[in-house]
C-alpha cells in the first residue's frame, strides 16, 4: 500500500483499503482557523451539544488577527468561548500566527496521522509525513461531533526529485515549475509522495514549502517521508508522545511517476491570475511592483525570513516599495528578532507586521487599481489583495527580496 | 432535494477559483442571500446581476479550485442557482456542495456540447442529462454520499442522525 493507502486503512479500522474505496476515517485532529464561528453556529442550529473528543480539536484564530471589525471580533469571541466551554486545550489566540505552522511547532502534528481541517493548506502537514486535508466549516460540526468523516482513498503519484538546487533556487520554485508542468488540477483528488536522492538535503522548512504548494496542483495530500531531519524537528516537540512513521510498502502501486533534477531548475514566478501559469525568472524579470508581501504558510517560516534578510542586508528597498513582512507565527518572529533577521529587514526599509496570515487573508496591504505585487504566498488569484485590476506575482523570497531590491521582479542568483 | 432538476445554463470555462466565486473578505457572512449578492464580482462586467435567470452552471475541469471555503458552495445558491455540471470539480468544492445541499454533476461531455442559454434537464436519481434530443450520462455518487445531499446537506443529516 502506498502512505495515503495505509494511513486511511489504519484510521478506518480497515486491514487494507484500495484506491476508489471510500471508508470512514477517525481524524486524530481536526483543526478549526478564524472559521471556528461558522462551525460553532452549525452546532447551535442543529441543537447539539456534546464533542465526540475535546482533545482532537484544535483551534488557531489566524486569519485578520487581531480583529478590525466588529463583526471579526464578535467572531472571535464566539470561537473563543466555544473553546473554553468545551475544555479545548490546544487553543491559541490571535497573537500565536497561522495556524498549520503553530500546530507543527507546538507537536500537535506527528508522523502517520490524520487531520482534516477548514484550510485547503491542510496538506503542508505532509511536510511531517502526516496525511493533511481540507475540508468546509459544517463537515468540521460534524467531526468535533462524531468524531469522523468519510474519505475516498486516492490514487498516488511518486515525484522523484534528484540532484541539487543551484544558487537563489528553492523548493518554491520546484513547486512552481511542477505546478506549471502538471497544471492546477494536475494532481486532482491524488495524494502524493516524494522521494529521491535530494530529499535528505531538503530541511523539514523547504518541506513544508512542498507540501504546502502542492494543494495548488489540485492534491488531497502529499508525504514526504519522514527521516532523520523529520525526527530531529519533532524531537522535544512531541512530549512523551510515541508516533509511528508510515512508510510505502515496496510493492506500493503508483499511478504516475514524475522525476525532477533540481540542479536544471532556475528561479521560477508565478504570474496573475492563476499558480499554473508560472514563468522562468527571464521571461518576467523587469517587472515593476509597487508591493512585496514575504509572508504566509507557504513562505513566512524562519528560514524563509532568514533567506531574504541575506538579500537584503546592506542594501535598501526601492523607494517605490512597499515591502510587508509577516512572520509566520510568533516564535519565528522571535527567532527572528534574537538572531537580528528582523532588524536586517526593518533597516532594509521592510515593514513588519504582527504574526498571521496578513495580507493573504486580505487583513492589510491591499492593491489599488493597476498595482502590481510580488508575494511569498501560494495565490495569485484575482482580486486575492483588494482590486481586481491589480496584480499578483509569486515567487520564493529571495527572488522577492532581489525584487524589492530593484523595484521589479529580480533575479535573485545576481545578489550575493 | 428535487431529483430532477431543469433550466437554463450559464457557461464558464476551467479552473474558476473559489476566491472569483466568494471573495475572502465576505466570508464574515455564511447565509444565502448576502453571499450570492457578491458571487463571481471579481470578474466585473456585470457579475452577479448578469447570472440572475440562469438555473445551472455549467464549467470545465477543476471548478471550485484554491481555498477550501464552504462559501463557495453557498453563494452559488444564493443566486438561485439549482445545480452545477462540470467537467471536473476540486475536492474541497465537491464535498462543501455536497453538505451545502448544492446537486453537483461531473459531465464533460455536456460541458463539450452546451452554450449559454441553453435549456438542460438534469436526472440526478437516473444519471442523466438532456439538452434537446441530446442524452449524456453521467457517474453515480456512492449511496451513503447521495444521502446527504438529498437530505439538504449535512447539518440537515446531522440532525437527523441526533435525532435518532
Known amino acids: ?416 | 432535494m428535487e431529483s430532477v432538476i431543469q433550466g437554463k445554463i450559464y457557461k464558464f470555462g476551467h479552473n474558476i477559483n473559489s476566491d472569483i466565486i466568494i471573495p475572502g473578505r465576505y466570508l464574515i457572512y455564511i447565509d444565502q442571500e448576502r453571499l450570492g449578492q457578491h458571487a463571481f464580482e471579481m470578474l466585473g462586467e456585470g457579475f452577479p446581476g448578469k447570472l440572475r435567470g440562469f438555473d445551472i452552471l455549467v464549467a470545465g475541469r477543476n471548478f471550485g479550485c484554491g481555498s477550501a471555503r464552504e462559501q463557495a458552495a453557498t453563494a452559488i445558491q444564493g443566486l438561485g442557482i439549482k445545480a452545477v455540471v462540470a467537467c471536473s470539480f476540486a475536492r474541497t468544492f465537491y464535498r462543501n456542495a455536497i453538505n451545502d445541499g448544492l446537486p453537483i454533476v461531473e459531465c464533460p461531455e455536456l460541458y463539450d456540447a452546451a452554450a449559454e442559454g441553453d435549456e438542460i434537464r438534469i436526472d440526478l436519481a437516473g444519471g442523466k442529462i438532456q439538452k434537446a434530443a441530446n442524452e449524456y450520462s453521467f457517474p453515480q455518487m456512492p449511496e451513503s454520499v447521495r444521502r446527504i445531499l438529498e437530505l439538504g446537506g449535512l447539518a440537515e443529516y446531522l440532525k437527523a442522525q441526533l435525532a435518532r
Open chain 1, 1 to 416: 500500500m502506498t502512505i495515503a493507502e495505509k494511513i486511511l486503512s489504519a484510521k478506518s479500522g480497515n486491514s487494507t483499503v484500495r484506491p476508489g474505496e471510500i471508508v470512514e476515517a477517525y481524524p486524530d485532529l481536526v483543526m478549526s482557523h478564524t472559521a471556528t464561528w461558522r462551525s460553532v453556529s452549525v452546532m447551535k442550529r442543529i441543537g447539539a451539544t456534546k464533542l465526540y473528543d475535546p482533545e482532537r480539536l484544535a483551534i488557531v484564530l489566524d486569519h485578520i488577527s487581531p480583529a478590525k471589525t466588529e463583526k471579526y471580533a464578535a467572531d472571535q469571541q464566539t470561537s473563543r468561548n466555544f473553546a473554553r466551554e468545551h475544555g479545548v486545550r490546544k487553543f491559541y489566540d490571535v497573537d500565536a500566527g497561522i495556524a498549520h505552522l503553530v500546530l507543527m511547532e507546538a507537536g500537535h502534528i506527528a508522523p502517520g496521522d490524520l487531520i482534516v481541517g477548514t484550510d485547503s493548506h491542510c496538506t503542508i502537514y505532509g511536510s511531517l509525513g502526516a496525511l493533511g486535508t481540507g475540508i468546509g466549516y459544517t463537515e468540521v460540526t460534524s467531526v468535533w461531533l462524531t468524531g469522523k468523516l468519510w474519505m475516498k482513498v486516492p490514487e498516488t503519484f511518486k515525484i522523484t526529485l534528484d540532484g541539487r538546487f543551484g544558487h537563489g533556487v528553492f523548493s518554491k520554485d520546484l513547486m512552481l515549475y511542477l505546478i506549471g508542468k502538471l497544471g492546477a488540477d494536475g494532481c486532482g483528488y491524488k495524494s502524493v509522495e516524494f522521494y529521491g536522492s535530494a530529499i535528505p538535503e531538503l530541511s523539514v522548512s523547504e518541506r513544508m514549502t512542498m507540501a504546502n504548494l502542492a494543494m495548488e496542483m489540485g492534491v488531497k495530500c502529499v508525504f514526504v517521508p519522514p527521516d532523520e531531519k523529520t525526527a530531529e524537528y519533532l524531537r522535544g516537540r512531541l512530549a512523551d508522545r510515541p508516533y509511528h512513521p508510515v512508510y510505502a510498502d515496496a510493492g506500493a502501486v503508483y499511478e504516475r511517476e514524475i522525476e525532477v533534477e533540481l540542479s536544471e531548475l532556475q528561479p521560477m514566478v508565478a504570474c496573475p491570475h492563476e499558480v499554473e501559469n508560472t514563468k522562468p525568472i527571464g521571461e518576467v524579470a523587469g517587472t515593476h511592483i509597487d508591493q512585496a508581501f514575504l509572508g504566509s504558510c507557504a513562505n513566512a517560516k524562519y528560514e524563509d525570513l532568514a533567506i531574504a534578510a541575506k538579500i537584503l542586508k546592506g542594501r535598501h528597498v526601492h523607494p517605490g516599495v512597499r515591502l510587508i513582512i509577516t512572520p509566520g507565527s510568533k516564535k519565528i518572529m522571535l527567532e527572528a528578532m534574537n538572531s537580528g533577521v528582523l532588524q536586517t529587514l526593518l533597516e532594509a526599509g521592510g515593514m513588519v507586521t504582527n504574526p498571521g496570515c496578513g495580507a493573504c487573508a486580505g487583513d492589510g496591504g491591499m492593491l489599488a487599481d493597476g498595482e502590481v505585487c510580488l508575494s511569498t504566498a501560494n495565490r495569485n488569484f484575482l482580486g486575492r489583495l483588494g482590486s481586481n485590476k491589480s496584480s499578483i506575482y509569486l515567487s520564493s523570497p529571495a527572488t522577492l527580496a532581489a525584487s524589492a531590491i530593484q523595484g521589479a521582479i529580480a533575479d535573485p542568483r545576481e545578489f550575493e
